[in-house]
């Protein structure tokens, strides 16, 4: 059974940094794309980044371009999402989510396995 465990939510100000990390277990971590989505108050859970199984590609969804990056280290089955220039707009709770597959996908549908979530609040 895949368990993905999330950390590195918090309080920061607009224009400051968090690195969000999701350490899974129950599956060989690098056979899997790896994704990170977003749910703000009032609204629909919203892609946010993917990374292929063995790291070689990366997509964004276009609000986070130049400032998030995910990155994964399958020898720690972890995967991360470094959040630079935050914004009030990025709050929300971060979940990570483990793919069927190892390619780039994006939809929530083309991930079976989730975590619990966390918070990342952005003041202004």
């Known amino acids: 059974q895949v368990q993905l465990v999330e950390s590195g939510g918090g309080l920061v100000q607009a224009g400051g940094s968090l690195r969000l990390s999701c350490a899974a277990s129950?599956?060989?971590?690098?056979?899997?794309?790896m994704g990170w989505f977003r749910q703000a108050p009032g609204k629909d859970r919203e892609f946010v980044a993917t990374?292929?199984?063995?790291?070689?590609?990366?997509y964004y969804t276009d609000a986070v371009k130049g400032r998030f990056t995910i990155s994964r280290d399958n020898a720690k089955n972890t995967v991360y999402l470094q959040m630079n220039s935050l914004k009030p707009e990025d709050t929300a709770v971060y979940y990570c989510?483990?793919?069927?597959?190892?390619?780039?996908?994006?939809?929530?549908?083309?991930?079976?396995?989730w975590g619990q979530g966390t918070q990342v609040t952005v003041s202004s």
């Open positions: 129950g599956r060989t971590f690098s056979r899997y794309a």
């Open positions: 990374i292929t199984g063995n790291g070689g590609a990366t």
């Open positions: 989510a483990q793919a069927y597959g190892s390619g780039l996908l994006s939809r929530s549908d083309d991930f079976p396995s």
